[in-house]
């Protein structure tokens, strides 16, 4: 029985990764809106509109680093166009400089992560500190490789 199972999840996982590695601009999307989700949780942290909370602080920011991690891996040749990809065509003409924007955005969340310790940074002042250069590269990276759509 325990084999029956692990048989079948094990079928799940590699049928999701298929279906990741057919449709990158989805994946790519759902980790833009894991992004959004985690500055979302932020931004009304530090306006004040929610609780500080250390625990929320510190899952925000490893989200954020996760995404980061991720990210640069779903931008094959191929997936300029489709779905409703606003990925800039930038991406594909400059692909070193696109995959500098990646990196810088894995070392703020990076810094951000290992600010943060063991618990999440003790206050919203360092919460402040720690996340305010993470959430730089969202603009920074989307003025440049992304599509612009009003
Ligand atoms: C290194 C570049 C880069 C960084 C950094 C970046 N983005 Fe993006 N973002 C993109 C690109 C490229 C797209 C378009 C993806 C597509 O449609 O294929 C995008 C799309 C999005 C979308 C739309 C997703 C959808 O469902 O269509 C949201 C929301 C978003 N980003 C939020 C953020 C937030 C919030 C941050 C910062 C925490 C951030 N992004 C940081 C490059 C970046």
Not at 63 to 88: I, N
Not at 118 to 140: H, M, Q, S, W
Request: hydrophobic fraction near 45%.
């Amino acid at each position: 029985m325990k084999k029956l199972i692990f048989a079948a999840s094990a079928l799940v996982l590699s049928v999701s990764l298929v279906a990741a590695a057919d449709d990158p601009i989805a994946v790519r999307q759902a980790l833009m809106e894991s992004n959004a989700a985690s500055a979302g949780v932020a931004a009304a942290m530090l306006k004040g509109e929610m609780d500080y909370s250390p625990v929320v602080a510190k899952a925000a920011i490893n989200a954020l680093h996760a995404t980061a991690l991720a990210f640069g891996d779903y931008f094959p040749e191929g997936s300029e166009t489709g779905g409703d990809t606003t990925a800039s065509p930038k991406i594909w003409e400059n692909m070193e400089g696109f995959q500098e924007a990646v990196t810088k955005f894995q070392t703020d969340s990076a810094a951000a992560a290992e600010a943060s310790g063991k618990d999440g940074p003790a206050d919203l002042e360092a919460f402040k500190a720690a996340i305010t250069p993470v959430l730089g590269n969202c603009r920074g990276c989307h003025e440049d490789f992304r599509i612009q759509r009003n």
